[in-house]
T-cell receptor, first 116, second 118 residues
Framework: AQSVTQLGSHVSVSEGALVLLRCNYS??????LFWYVQYPNQGLQLLLK??????LVKGINGFEAEFKKSETSFHLTKPSAHMSDAAEYFC??????????????FGAGTRLAVHP | GAVVSQHPSWVICKSGTSVKIECRSL??????MFWYRQFPKQSLMLMAT?????????EQGVEKDKFLINHASLTLSTLTVTSAHPEDSSFYIC??????????????FGPGTRLTVT
């Protein structure tokens, strides 16, 4: 069964500092992995996704993530945090079901705070 | 492209009444839509998977008679919370899978509907 674990429910960084949000997955088949961002009272926006192509995935807003099979990890990074990056971040793995469709299994989320 | 809308964005209703939430894919067709529930400061929990023209598939522990889902067309799914109670107050988010997209694993999320039951 697929599952996702996000280490650290809260992460606080200074503006301009490196952002590192951790995600480990468990999957019996090659996974599809996603990072989403959620701003207060809004839906989810896709940051990036891994679908078995390049292991280093670049997303929007300067974020990137590296798929490491040996570590079963898909950590999200950004070299320099902006105040506007403050939000909730969710890692998700895609669970393939019969009938050809998938459902997403979400991690618990990590709240990123950026301070001046 | 790939825009999903929800209506209403927020709703307040009295205990015992029913509330309908709409989820629309605006610029693509979606054979499959998903309904999630999110409590404050928590993750999204999948409630049900909605397939156009067939019955929804509910996750374990979700009452299908309380949360009625209808997916009548390729662009519209509705969630009706029947006989709402204060504990049903939550943020409800839908997502849609793009039938014609290159990657059928990607879901596009709506902006969410905040339901408050008084």
């Amino acid at each position: 069964a697929q599952s996702v674990t996000q280490l650290g429910s809260h992460v606080s960084v200074s503006e301009g500092a490196l952002v590192l949000l951790r995600c480990n997955y468990s999957s019996s088949v090659p996974p599809y992995l996603f990072w989403y961002v959620q701003y207060p009272n809004q839906g989810l926006q896709l940051l990036l996704k891994y679908t078995s192509a390049a292991t280093l995935v670049k997303g929007i807003n300067g974020f990137e993530a590296e798929f490491k099979k040996s570590e079963t990890s898909f950590h999200l990074t950004k070299p320099s945090a902006h105040m506007s990056d403050a939000a909730e971040y969710f890692c998700a793995v895609s669970l393939h079901l019969s009938g050809g469709y998938n459902k997403l299994i979400f991690g618990a989320g990590t709240r990123l705070a950026v301070h001046p | 492209g790939a825009v999903v809308s929800q209506h209403p964005s927020w709703v307040i209703c009295k205990s015992g009444t029913s509330v309908k939430i709409e989820c629309r894919s605006l610029d693509f067709q979606a054979t499959t839509m998903f309904w999630y529930r999110q409590f404050p400061k928590q993750s999204l929990m999948l409630m049900a998977t909605s397939n156009e023209g067939s019955k929804a598939t509910y996750e374990q522990g979700v009452e299908k008679d309380k949360f009625l889902i209808n997916h009548a067309s390729l662009t519209l799914s509705t969630l009706t919370v029947t006989s709402a109670h204060p504990e049903d107050s939550s943020f409800y988010i839908c997502s849609a899978r793009d039938l014609g997209g290159l990657r059928n694993d990607e879901q596009y999320f709506g902006p969410g509907t905040r339901l408050t039951v008084t």
